[in-house]
């Protein structure tokens, strides 16, 4: 009898062979196996027979394939099968479906799903475009004449294809759904009626958790009276079981994490008059109600001796670099270095540039770091470091290198943290030796306080909600290609007045492939000399070095130039409050957090802002949806959570970037409800607040946890 823990190459009917297949998808163990769900059911309790389809619904139909075959048009070949039930016919389409070739044998039988519409190709009819299909029964192999005998195995296995609700597993290299059904049935069949739960049983009692075993088995062969609504939204006793399961001991995991960070020895900052009269002198405006609300919590995390851990959130131009140089100023009154990074050249500069700004006038020596850099003046500027010459050192991910050493390392900043790897921010932290310093990182996505917490989870989070006085509403609008005329005239109209404009591009050049869109290089030259030619036309994209980004920049700054062409490359941290327009081309093609950064550039001056998103080209629904949100609103938590509904919170945060835990069934925006449940039921279970749970039952949760934890979450291990 296999066991959880058991490696999946020793489970019957698998192999190293299939192990390996299996290994691509995160499937190690029979453990593993078992998480592995289905993507979606199809209802084959009662198909739906040929005759009683309707056009416009979604149908499953079994069904017998009477002919296939390939034929070619202008555009692409498309493969047609057809299915058929007595005279009754259904024809079955699929285009550049070359690969379907000798898939569907005549007499073979098979389940279809898709949608049903009026066939617009030959006699009429009804159609299905591109079903999913799966071939339940090949027709016998009469070889001379005789037909093979079926094993009883194979007729056990086809008595649930067919009369029940059928999971549907996505394929793993030339292991399909079929090939999942079987071996999780064989499996299942196999274990025992209870299996090892290292959820404490008051917890499962409290929460409503079936036991593990029944969830497995619901979860993969559902009953026939099951809410097929749930088990589409995992909304079933079964999927909820497994999906806290997963949550809590991510959370469980994520606070071990948090406690051990504790333990470490860092610095004690002085927080007394002398720092607060040197706040006094950096601060160059009233903060707002929200920046003195971070700035406390900042303060009370570096006066403790533990290392501060904290995410600072806050819209595209709240005022969150400001409160860092504030958390600078206090490491550097107390006679220690502040590191800072910044994922580009540009953003890294300005914030140099900010920061003289600011903080020379003080006293304070600050120095930049980045890649562009020559050789001699690198090797000069990490001297300076080291020696504890320089107090503040800003850079990208030339702060890094192993050869940039510290005297006394007291704080690190992380700007736009989800354009870093985890791992190079502890790599910066550990730049100190003896102590760890304090980390502030920062970032403009606005993230859903609850998600915050588990995708940083080491980290304490502040928010800054407001944005500071004088900053000016932009006025969104969604504009088609064909009206770019009246758009340039406006721009015209704009910038005559005294007012600077950019025009953003999503390429730097055109290539074959997306040819209809317009690039960046191509659209300067145009803009240049036919559109604008009595007017200063820069071009900014990142494939520039950064003493061209510089000095174009420089340029746009000073208003030598009054219109700026980019690409995405100003997407983060640019200011220039003269400007006070801005064109998205294509901006069908944006991502809904990527049009909310752009926006940010403008509105930063007294000027009302405009922001012109202009469409080239068919409008994708999820497109018509990004764009709506733009022009209904611009609070950027709003924002973020319409884009992590379209996109799903992976992509979102870019998972290996962030990050983001590896989950097998939950889902961070669907189950966040769950997920609170589950971060409170952690919290208490570590505090020993949770009562009638023995000692033994919480080391079996934690001893679980350590055995799970890299494999199944992929992060850091827990202590």
Not at 568 to 577: F, K, L, S, Y
Request: net charge neutral; charged share 30%; aromatic share 8%.
């Amino acid at each position: 009898m296999p066991e959880l823990h058991t490696e999946i190459q020793f489970l019957k009917g698998v192999g190293p062979r299939v192990a390996e297949t299996l290994a691509t998808k995160g499937i190690h163990t029979l453990e593993d196996l078992l998480y592995y769900l289905p993507f979606r059911y199809e209802d084959r309790i009662n198909p739906r027979t040929i005759e009683q389809l309707q056009p416009g619904e979604m149908a499953s139909v079994i069904a017998e394939v009477r002919t296939s075959g390939l034929f070619k048009t202008k555009r692409f070949p498309i493969f047609e099968m057809t299915a058929g039930q007595g005279r009754n016919r259904l024809k079955c389409l699929w285009f550049r479906g070359g690969y379907l070739e000798g898939k569907f044998k005549p007499g073979a039988l098979v389940a279809l799903y898709g949608k049903v519409e009026y066939s617009t190709f030959g006699r009429g009819g009804l159609q299905m475009l591109q079903p999913q299909f799966e071939i339940l029964h090949e027709p016998p192999d009469e070889e001379n004449g005789v037909a093979a005998l079926e094993s009883e195995e194979q007729k056990h296995f086809e008595s649930l294809e067919i009369g029940r609700i059928v999971p549907i597993y996505e394929a793993a290299g030339k292991l399909n759904a079929r090939w999942f059904r079987r071996t999780i049935r064989k499996a299942l069949e196999q274990m025992p009626e209870e299996i090892s739960d290292a959820i404490p049983a008051e917890i499962r009692t409290r929460v409503g958790l079936i036991p593990r075993t029944e969830a497995f088995w619901q979860v993969h062969w559902p009953d026939a009276g099951e809410s097929f609504a749930d088990l589409l939204s995992a909304r079933t006793p079964a999927h909820q079981r497994l999906i806290f399961e997963e949550l809590f001991f991510l959370e469980l995991g994520l606070e071990l994490k948090r406690r051990k960070a504790r333990l470490q020895p860092g610095v004690a900052f002085e927080i007394g008059d002398r720092v607060r009269d040197a706040l006094k002198q950096v601060l160059p405006f009233h903060p707002t109600r929200s920046q003195k609300q971070v700035l406390k919590e900042i303060a009370i995390d570096m006066a403790h001796s533990s290392p501060m851990r904290r995410l600072l959130q806050g819209d595209v131009g709240s005022g969150k670099t400001i409160v860092a140089f504030e958390a600078a100023t206090v490491a550097m009154q107390n006679g220690y270095q502040v590191a800072m990074m910044a994922p580009t050249e540009i953003l890294a500069t300005q914030h140099y540039l900010s920061a003289r700004r600011i903080l020379e006038p003080a006293g304070y020596r600050i120095v930049l770091l980045t890649g562009s850099l020559e050789q001699d003046r690198k090797r000069n500027i990490r001297s300076h470091v080291a020696r504890g010459h320089a107090q503040m050192v800003i850079g990208t991910h030339a702060l890094l290198e192993d050869n940039v050493e510290f005297e006394r390392l007291g704080l690190v900043i992380v700007d736009e943290q989800h354009r870093f790897g985890v791992m190079q921010r502890m790599k910066l932290m550990r730049k100190n030796s003896d102590v760890q310093p304090d980390v502030l990182v920062m970032t403009a996505t606005p993230i859903p306080r609850t998600l915050a917490l588990t995708l940083y989870g080491d980290l304490d989070v502040s928010v800054i909600d407001e944005l500071p006085p004088g900053r000016t509403p932009v006025s969104t609008r969604v504009v088609p290609g064909e009206r770019a005329e009246e758009v340039w005239e406006f721009v015209r109209k704009i910038v005559s007045a005294g007012q600077q404009a950019y025009v953003v591009y999503p390429v730097i050049e055109e290539s074959e492939k997306d040819s209809e869109l317009k690039a960046a290089i191509k659209m300067y030259d145009q803009l240049r000399k036919e559109v604008f030619p009595e007017l200063k036309v820069g071009l900014l994209h990142g494939r520039m070095s950064a003493d061209e980004k510089d000095e174009i920049m420089r340029k746009f700054k000073a208003g030598e130039l009054k219109i700026l062409v980019a690409t995405t490359v100003i997407e983060v941290g640019v200011d220039v409050p003269n400007a006070s327009v801005m064109v998205i081309e294509h901006a069908e093609r944006f991502g809904l957090s990527q049009m909310h950064q752009l926006r940010g550039r403008i509105g930063r001056g007294c000027a009302k802002s405009y922001c012109v998103l202009m469409t080239g080209g068919k409008i994708s629904e999820e497109a018509r949806q990004r764009l709506d949100t733009m022009v209904r609103t611009s609070d950027g938590f709003e924002i973020a959570e319409k884009d992590l509904e379209l996109r799903g919170p992976g992509e979102f945060f870019g998972t290996k970037q962030a990050g983001m835990p590896k989950l097998c069934v939950a889902n961070l925006i669907r189950d966040r409800k769950l997920l609170e449940l589950a971060k409170r039921e952690a919290r208490q279970l570590l505090d020993g607040t949770t009562k009638n749970v023995t000692p033994e039952e919480k080391r079996m949760a934690v001893q679980y946890l350590k055995m799970h934890w890299n494999r199944r979450y992929g992060l850091v291990e827990v202590g």
